[in-house]
Every structure is written in structure tokens, then in C-alpha cells.
């Protein structure tokens, strides 16, 4: 399985969401999820089960790709990243 | 090199003052400029990305990360984190307002990475932040600095 992660640049917000992701990932002993990061306008160059981006970069999403992204408000608290992450793999993995 | 890069007190500014976000980013990278780290173009930058994309760089309730991307503006790799007397808004629909900003300068899509990490290690504990936003003094500065590091 794959998560992107999604900022406006890919330096900075979204690789905090990726060490923090990668980090519940690993406590969770998932090592069969790949995490990667990407810039908005790159987003169809990568394909992903899972997108996780912010609010205001949501709003610019390709419609096709809202379905499977989580938007978080919160991108250092591990609990709250936790909380909407583990209901969609769940999901997935029906 | 990346390995050993460190965030020292000189870069952490303790309950600093902006009446507004913009000003707010050019005041916490005032150290990184005054050290001839980045340049003036950096911080035009990271003001100029949050007005084409919005304020999405407030990542957590009232925590800005300034940053634009890596350039020749960008003469070393390096941070540095301000808090605020007074919050500002920078527009953030769930995380205004800002009293803590942390500017990311690399050189590179990589070179960050290690003390990136250590700061988000840092922040990730709540009482970390609490600790950060009651800071007042230049010892503050330096256990906060000595925290980050220790990772």
C-alpha cells in the first residue's frame, strides 16, 4: 500500500506528515506501507491508496483523488494524525 | 555535515513582536539573514508562497512552518523558531492564531532532513510546545535548543 503525503512544495509540511506518519507506521508494525511526499501540482504523477494533505490544499484537489484523502489539521500531533489515519486503512482493508 | 547540523539559542527568539504574519516571518528568519544564511529573496519567498497557496503552512493550532523551496537564496542549511507576545492571523481556517514560527531553509531536497526530524520529535510532545511558548529567557533558549538537539 502507498501514502503521499501533499504540500504546496514538498520541502516541508508534507515530510513532517511523512516522519510522523511513518513513525505511528512503524509503532504500528505496518512495514508494508510505502510514504512518499509530492507537491500539489504533481499529484497525478503519484499514485496513491492513501493522500494526506491540509485543509487549504484539499480545496485544489482533483476530484477523482477526494475520496481516498485525509485531511489533517494537525500535522505534528502523532495522536490526532493516528486518529484519522488508522479508520482509513481499515477501510481499505476490508 | 547534515548529520551535525544543530539549532543553537541565537536562533530562537523568545516572545519576539509582528503585527502581522508577514512580518511575523521576516522577524523569525532575522537570524538566519543577519548570518548571511539565506537572503532577503528567501524570505520574499516564503512570504510570496503563502500568498499563491495559501495558509496552509500553519500545520498545527497556532504553529506556522516558513519555508519556500530550496534556492540559490539558500546559502546554508538551516532553521530557526520564534514565539510571539502577540498572535497574528495568517488566515488558517482551524489553526489561527500563530504565535510559533519555525523557518526551514535547505539547500537542498535533503539536507534538512535530519534536524527537520529532531524538530518534529521535538514538537510532537505537547508539553514540548508549552514549554517553548512560556519561554521568556535566553536560558530558556538554550535547554530549548539543548532539547531539540539531543533529538
Not at chain 1, 23 to 39: A, G, P
Not at chain 1, 58 to 84: C, M, Q, S, W
Not at chain 2, 3 to 22: G, H, M, R, V
Not at chain 2, 83 to 108: E, W
Request: net charge negative; aromatic share 4%.
Amino acid at each position: 500500500m502507498k501514502i503521499v503525503a501533499v504540500c504546496g512544495l514538498s520541502v516541508g509540511s508534507s515530510v513532517i506528515a511523512k516522519m510522523n506518519i511513518e513513525s505511528i507506521l512503524s509503532e504500528e508494525k505496518r512495514d508494508d506501507i510505502d510514504v512518499d511526499t509530492v507537491d500539489l501540482g504533481s499529484i497525478t504523477s503519484a499514485p496513491a491508496d492513501i493522500y494526506v494533505t491540509t485543509r487549504e490544499l484539499f480545496e485544489g484537489f482533483p476530484d477523482e483523488d477526494r475520496d481516498k484523502t485525509i485531511v489533517l489539521t494537525n500535522f505534528v500531533d502523532k495522536n490526532d494524525i493516528k486518529a484519522h489515519l488508522d479508520p482509513k486503512l481499515q477501510e481499505l482493508e476490508k | 555535515m547534515a548529520n551535525t547540523l544543530e539549532i543553537t539559542p541565537q536562533e530562537i527568539q523568545l516572545k519576539a513582536t509582528a503585527t502581522n504574519w508577514e512580518e511575523a516571518i521576516k522577524v523569525a528568519a532575522n537570524p538566519l539573514v543577519n548570518s548571511n544564511r539565506i537572503t532577503e529573496d528567501y524570505v520574499t519567498s516564503m512570504i510570496d508562497s503563502v500568498k499563491k497557496l495559501g495558509p496552509y503552512i500553519v500545520i498545527a493550532p497556532g504553529l506556522a512552518l516558513g519555508h519556500a523551496r530550496p534556492s540559490a537564496a539558500v546559502k546554508e542549511t538551516s532553521f530557526s523558531i520564534a514565539t510571539l507576545r502577540q498572535p497574528v492571523k495568517f488566515g488558517s481556517k482551524d489553526n489561527d492564531p500563530v504565535d510559533l514560527i519555525v523557518i526551514l531553509a535547505s539547500t537542498s531536497d535533503t539536507a534538512h532532513l535530519s534536524l527537520l526530524q529532531k524538530i518534529v520529535t521535538f514538537l510532537n510532545d505537547s508539553n514540548n510546545l508549552t514549554e517553548l511558548r512560556k519561554a521568556e529567557t535566553h536560558d530558556d533558549a538554550t535547554q530549548i535548543a539543548n532539547k531539540i538537539n539531543g533529538g
